[in-house]
C-alpha cells in the first residue's frame, strides 16, 4: 500500500483556521484555573496545530495572532481588574503578537519536514517530535522576552489537577509540555496518514498514551517535618486600597495571635505583609520583634526595602533578637508592576498609568533560601514562582521545603489566585517538595510534594494556618534534567527546522 503523500495546501481555508485558532484559544484558556478543565489543553492544542498546516508565512502569522491574543486575553483578564484596559489589552496584544511569530516555526515545519522525511517512520514520529520542541521553543521564548518574560501559559502548567502532572517531576513542567503535545501531534498524524489500516504504527502513540498515565512520582526522601505557622491577615494590602498607619501589620498580628503558646519553628506571612521598610521604620521592627518573641520562632516576612539608593521586594526572616541577617530579594520584579522599563517612552505613551507607578524595583541576585535550625528553606515572592530558575536554584541550594509569599489583593474575586496557586501546586510535584503557599487575601494553602492539599484559607479572610509540614530531601529528575531537556528541544527543534528546510529545497 502506498503512503498518502503530504498535502501542500493547508487542511483548512484561512477562514476556518482563523475560527479554528479562535476556539483553541477559548478551550486552552477552560483548562487553566478558575474551569480548570485539564482535559481540554489537548483538543485545544490539536485546533490550533490542524489550523497551522500547510499555512504560508503570513496565513500562519494570522492563524497566531488570533490564537495568541484571544487566549491571552482570556487568561490575564484579571490585569484589568484595577487599572481598567489598556494595560490589560497591551499585555495580551504584546504576548499575542510574540505567540504568533513564534508560531510560524510550527507551520514551516508542516511544510517542510513531509518533504523532507517523506516516510512513515518521519511523519509519525519526527515530525510531531519537531512540532512538540518548536512549540516549547515558542513557549520558551515568550517566558523569556521581553524584560524577562512572561512565562505564564505554559501548557504544562494547566495539568495541575490532572493524572499527567507527576511527568514533571521526572522531565520537568516544559517536559510534560512537550509531551502532550507530541501525542496531540502524532494522533494527528494517525489521522493524515489513515495509520489504523497498519496497527504496528500505532505502537509508539498508544505506547507514549501509557507513559503519559501511568507515570509514578519520581522518589524523593522523607527528613522530618518543620511546624510552620502561615498567616493571612486579609489587610488592605491592594495597591487602590484605603488604609491607616500601620494596618497592614496589625491585621498580621491580629491573625498570629491565636498561635501564640503553640509550638511553632517557622511563622511565614506573606507578600507586602509590612507597611514600611523594618530596617528603616523602628516601630515595624519592635513590632516584629514582639511577634517573634512572643510565638518563640523566627518570622519570615516580606516589605519593600532600600540599599543603596535601589529598592527591592524583599523577604526576611526576623529573629527574636530584633534584626534579620538573612534576606531575599525578589529576582524577576514584574514590569510595569514593579517597575518601568523603558520609563520615558511608556510614559509618552500613556502618562497618567506610568505615573502610578513610582517606585522602581531592581532585580535581587541572593540565594533564594533562608536557613531556620538547620533547614533550608526555599523561597519564590509572587510571581517568581512560575520562573524556573528561581525555583532550581532554592532545590539545588538544599531546599527541603517551598514557601511561596504572595499578595493577591490587587485581583481579589479573579482567576489569578487560582491559576497562580495551581503553578504553585506543579512546582511541589516537579520538585518533590512540600509546598507553603501564602496570600495576604487568599487563597492560602499548605500542599504535598505529591500535589494533594494539606489545609487551606479561603479568600478574603483572617485566619493561620499551623501544620507539621513533611520535609523532603533528593533532587528529582525534573529538576536535574529540566535546564538540558529545555536547551536539547529549544536547539533541537530549530535545528531540525533548519535540516528540514534543506532537505525539502534539495527535492
Known amino acids: 500500500m502506498s503512503e498518502p503523500r503530504a498535502p501542500r495546501r493547508p487542511l483548512l481555508p484561512l477562514w476556518a483556521a482563523v475560527l479554528s485558532a479562535a476556539l483553541a484559544a477559548v478551550l486552552m484558556d477552560l483548562a487553566y484555573p478558575e474551569a480548570a478543565v485539564w482535559v481540554l489543553a489537548f483538543p485545544a492544542t490539536g485546533l490550533l496545530l490542524v489550523a497551522l498546516i500547510g499555512r504560508r ?61 517523506p516516510g512513515a517512520t518521519g511523519r509519525l514520529l519526527g515530525l510531531p517530535v519537531v512540532v512538540a520542541a518548536l512549540w516549547v521553543g515558542r513557549e520558551l521564548f515568550v517566558g523569556s522576552w521581553p524584560y524577562g518574560g512572561f512565562p505564564w501559559a505554559r501548557i504544562g502548567m494547566s495539568q495541575a489537577e490532572s493524572p499527567l502532572a507527576p511527568i514533571s517531576s521526572w522531565v520537568g513542567v516544559s517536559g510534560l509540555g512537550f509531551l502532550m503535545v507530541l501525542i496531540v501531534a502524532m494522533l494527528i498524524e494517525v489521522a493524515r496518514l489513515r495509520a489504523w489500516r497498519r496497527p504496528l504504527r500505532l505502537i509508539a502513540p498508544a505506547a507514549l498514551v501509557v507513559v503519559l498515565l501511568f507515570t509514578p512520582l519520581f522518589p524523593s ?43 511553632v519553628d517557622l511563622v511565614v506571612w506573606p507578600e507586602g505583609s509590612l507597611d514600611a521598610d523594618p530596617f528603616e521604620a523602628e516601630a515595624i521592627a519592635r513590632r516584629m520583634t514582639l511577634v517573634a518573641n512572643r510565638i518563640d520562632a523566627p518570622l519570615l516576612a516580606n516589605a519593600a526595602t532600600g540599599r543603596d539608593g535601589l529598592y527591592f521586594n524583599t523577604s526576611m526572616l526576623w529573629t527574636t533578637e530584633g534584626t534579620a541577617t538573612q534576606i531575599h530579594d525578589k529576582r524577576h520584579p514584574v514590569p510595569f508592576g514593579e517597575y518601568v522599563p523603558d520609563r520615558a517612552f511608556f510614559n509618552a505613551l500613556a502618562p497618567d498609568l506610568i505615573g502610578l507607578i513610582q517606585r522602581e524595583y531592581t532585580s535581587g541576585s541572593n540565594p533564594p533560601v533562608v536557613e531556620v535550625d538547620d533547614v533550608v528553606v ?59 503557599n501564602v496570600s495576604t487575601v487568599g487563597t492560602s494553602q499548605v500542599i504535598r510534594s505529591d500535589g494533594s492539599t494539606v489545609t487551606s484559607l479561603d479568600a478574603d479572610e483572617a485566619g493561620a494556618m499551623l501544620e507539621d509540614v513533611e520535609l523532603r530531601s533528593g533532587l528529582t529528575a525534573g529538576v536535574v534534567l529540566g535546564p538540558w531537556i529545555q536547551q536539547l528541544l529549544l536547539w533541537g527543534g530549530l535545528g531540525a527546522l533548519v535540516v528540514g528546510w534543506w532537505r525539502a529545497r534539495g527535492r
Open 221 to 263: 526522601s522523607s527528613s522530618g517535618s518543620m511546624r510552620i505557622a502561615a498567616v493571612q491577615g486579609n489587610g488592605p494590602t491592594g495597591y487602590f486600597d484605603e488604609r491607616e498607619p500601620f494596618a497592614v501589620i496589625q491585621a498580621q498580628t491580629e491573625a498570629t495571635a491565636p498561635l501564640y503558646g503553640e509550638d
Open 57 to 117: 508565512f503570513g496565513g500562519a502569522l494570522l492563524v497566531g495572532l488570533v490564537y495568541g491574543i484571544l487566549f491571552f486575553g482570556l487568561l490575564v483578564s484579571w490585569t484589568s481588574r484595577y487599572l481598567g484596559p489598556i494595560p490589560w489589552a497591551a499585555l495580551a496584544v504584546v504576548e499575542g503578537v510574540l505567540t504568533a511569530i513564534a508560531l510560524v516555526p510550527i507551520a514551516l515545519a508542516y511544510r517542510w519536514l513531509p518533504r523532507a522525511f
Open 378 to 436: 526555599g523561597l519564590a515572592i509572587c510571581f517568581d514562582v512560575i520562573y524556573d530558575d528561581v525555583i532550581w536554584e532554592g532545590i539545588n541550594d538544599g531546599a527541603e521545603v517551598l514557601v511561596f509569599q504572595t499578595n493577591n489583593a490587587d485581583f481579589r474575586g479573579t482567576d489569578e489566585n487560582l491559576q497562580q496557586l495551581a503553578f504553585a501546586r506543579m512546582r511541589a510535584i516537579e520538585t518533590g517538595r512540600s509546598v507553603v
